[in-house]
C-alpha cells in the first residue's frame, strides 16, 4: 500500500483575518514581549500548528497583524498630480499615518524593537520596506514633474511624517487625523521639499479650496 500525505489547508482569506485580529486583540492586552503563539491561539480558537503553518515566528505573526490592522498599501501609487495631494492620500488612506492603533500596542511594539532583532527585522523587512517604496515612488514622480527641489534628500523627507505622527501619538498622547497630517505637509515637509513654483502653486491652489 503506497502512503499518502495528506496537505493541510493554507491560512488564508476570512480565517487568517480571525488569527490576525485575535494577535492585535492580544498584543493590546498583553503587550508584546508577553504574547505568546499559545494565548493567540486560544484567542483565535485555533491550534498552534494553525499558527505556524502561516508563520514561523511570533515576530512575523505580530508583524503582519500590525500591517493589517494599519492597511497594507496600495498596489497603485496615488497619483493626484501633486505631491501634497500623493502624500495626504496615502498618509489619510488605508495604509496611512492617520489609521490609528491603540496606544498599548504602539508602545509596547517601539519598546520590543529595541531588544528584539526577530522584530526589529519583521518590522523593517515586512511593514516599512513596502510603505518606503511607494513614498519614494511619490516623490520621485514629483522630483520627474519638476515639483522638488533637485538636491533633495528623499530618504530624510520620508521619514518626516511618519516620525512625526509616531511622536504625536506614543509621547504626547494625542491622535492623528487628516488635519494633522495637512499641517505637518504644509508647514514643514512641503516647504523643504517644493521649489519656489511649486511653492506658490500649492499656495493658490489651497487659497482657492478655502474660498468654495
Known amino acids: 500500500m503506497i502512503a499518502t500525505t495528506l496537505k493541510r489547508p493554507r491560512v488564508e482569506g476570512d480565517r487568517e483575518a ?18 505568546t503563539m499559545d494565548q493567540v491561539a486560544v484567542r483565535a480558537r485555533a491550534s498552534k500548528a494553525t499558527l505556524y503553518r502561516r508563520w514561523s515566528s511570533k515576530a512575523e505573526l505580530v508583524v503582519d497583524a500590525v500591517s493589517r490592522a494599519k492597511g497594507l498599501p496600495d498596489a497603485e501609487v496615488p497619483d493626484t498630480g501633486s505631491l501634497r495631494g500623493d502624500l495626504l492620500s496615502l498618509a489619510c488612506g488605508p495604509c496611512g499615518q492617520a489609521r490609528q492603533l491603540s496606544m498599548s500596542v504602539l508602545a509596547g511594539l517601539l519598546t520590543a524593537l529595541h531588544t528584539d532583532p526577530d522584530l526589529s527585522t519583521a518590522w523593517r523587512e515586512r511593514f516599512l520596506a513596502p510603505r518606503v517604496a511607494v513614498t519614494r515612488t511619490v516623490l520621485e514622480r514629483a522630483a520627474s514633474r519638476g515639483e522638488t527641489e533637485s538636491t533633495l534628500d528623499l530618504e530624510l523627507i520620508a521619514t518626516v511624517l511618519p516620525a512625526m505622527c509616531a511622536f504625536r501619538c506614543t509621547v504626547q498622547g494625542l491622535g492623528v487625523d487628516e488635519q494633522y497630517v495637512a499641517r505637518v505637509l504644509d508647514e514643514v515637509i512641503l516647504p523643504a521639499a517644493l521649489t519656489s513654483t511649486a511653492k506658490r502653486q500649492t499656495t493658490h491652489t489651497n487659497d482657492a479650496k478655502d474660498l468654495k
Not at 24 to 29: C, I, R, Y
Open 18 to 35: 480571525e488569527l490576525l485580529d485575535a494577535t492585535v486583540s492580544v498584543l493590546a492586552d498583553v503587550g508584546y514581549d508577553r504574547l
